[in-house]
Nanobody, 121 residues
Framework: VQLQASGGGLVQPGGSLRLSCAASGFTLDYYAIGWFRQAPGKEREGVSCISSSDGSTYAGSLKGRFTISRDNAKNTVYLQMNNLKPEDTAVYYC????????????????WGRGTQVTVSS
């Protein structure tokens, strides 16, 4: 069972990135998938979650800039990030859960290795 986040990189403020969370060894269809991020010196925080029925939730004011989606045929969940700001700089992680019930890390079972997003001019 493995999750792999990818798609990070260096982008200028106002730019966009699309992160991918790909699963291997199991099928994502029946799981909720959450995206989290952790900036240097800060705690890991929730970003967005998509349920197995495609319901989505977003943390704070991220809705409108970030969009989560899933492609079960590709066994992948995406996080489209637009109008990126320097404060979005962090390592982004994806994780599985039974449902999207908030950002308590203990509710998420399998965690992928993160992908670094750096927003800087």
């Amino acid at each position: 069972v493995q999750l792999q986040a990818s798609g990070g990189g260096l982008v200028q403020p106002g730019g966009s990135l699309r992160l991918s969370c790909a699963a291997s060894g199991f099928t994502l269809d029946y799981y909720a998938i959450g995206w989290f991020r952790q900036a240097p010196g800060k705690e890991r925080e929730g970003v967005s979650c998509i349920s197995s029925s495609d319901g989505s939730t977003y943390a704070g004011s991220l809705k409108g800039r970030f969009t989560i989606s899933r492609d079960n045929a590709k066994n992948t969940v995406y996080l489209q990030m637009n109008n990126l700001k320097p404060e979005d700089t962090a390592v982004y992680y994806c994780a599985t859960a039974g449902r999207c019930t908030g950002w308590n890390l203990l509710l998420y079972d399998y965690w992928g290795r993160g992908t670094q997003v750096t927003v800087s001019s």
